[in-house]
């Protein structure tokens, strides 16, 4: 019996990438499959990309401050092909003030550059979901008009950084807004869903095709 020959992708080295973040890039309460840079490597690979599965530093709960702690305590990590980083909220559920958090989402852009074997067309960063929508912040009689404000702010400090090096920045802080289904959470009415994992997949996919066809 013939075997079929390989594809084109099959014959490619497989393409390093490195995942950044906490609850949001673990996937909290979501199968592993189901999480966004797990469904955007596959998305990638499935239009000839031969982008491999993740390597996922992220814990549920951390701060940016506690993930260049973790990062820290892993290296040498050696250089990869593509890099993510979604990090933040965990700062803002804190309490934490915008000036602390730019200062270290900066540091941490900083190293995700350095993993990207220092190219900023190489890291993709995703901006914080707004968590105050939640059923699980109106259990806890949170304002989710201030969560919203604090987030924006957040955000925009994290766009203003990527902006200045150069690194891609997808907003996917509208797409949680937007869509109150109990389908886009998780069973414990905070996190995402895979569903919405699958949104987020979807509107990172043409900026991560693009910075991957770079040479």
Do not use: K
């Not at 059923?135 to 304002?143: I, L, V």
């Amino acid at each position: 019996m013939s075997q079929q020959p390989p594809s084109h992708t099959d014959l490619l080295p497989e393409l390093r990438y490195l995942a950044l973040g906490d609850s949001y890039t673990i996937g909290e309460a979501v199968a592993e499959e189901g999480r966004w840079p797990m469904q955007l490597a596959r998305l990638l690979r499935s239009e000839g990309i031969a982008l491999a599965d993740p390597r996922i530093i992220a814990t549920t709960g951390w701060t940016t401050d506690e993930l260049d702690a973790a990062i820290q305590a892993q290296e040498p990590l050696g250089d990869h092909d593509f890099v993510s980083l979604l990090i933040g909220v965990n700062n803002q559920y804190r309490g934490r003030s915008v000036e602390e958090y730019q200062a270290q989402f900066s540091a941490l852009l900083w190293r995700a550059i350095g993993f990207a074997g220092n190219r900023p067309d190489r890291v993709l960063v995703l901006s914080i979901p707004d968590w105050g929508v939640t059923p699980f912040a109106a259990a806890e009689q949170r304002d989710a008009s201030l969560i919203a404000s604090e987030l924006d702010a957040y955000n925009a400090a994290a766009w203003q950084a990527c902006a200045a090096r150069g690194v891609g920045f997808v907003d996917i802080t509208g797409l949680s807004r937007g869509n109150p289904a109990a389908s886009w959470l998780a069973d414990d009415g905070l996190h995402p869903s895979a569903l919405q994992y699958t949104a987020w997949a979807h509107a990172a996919l043409p900026l991560a095709r693009r910075l991957l066809a770079t040479a």
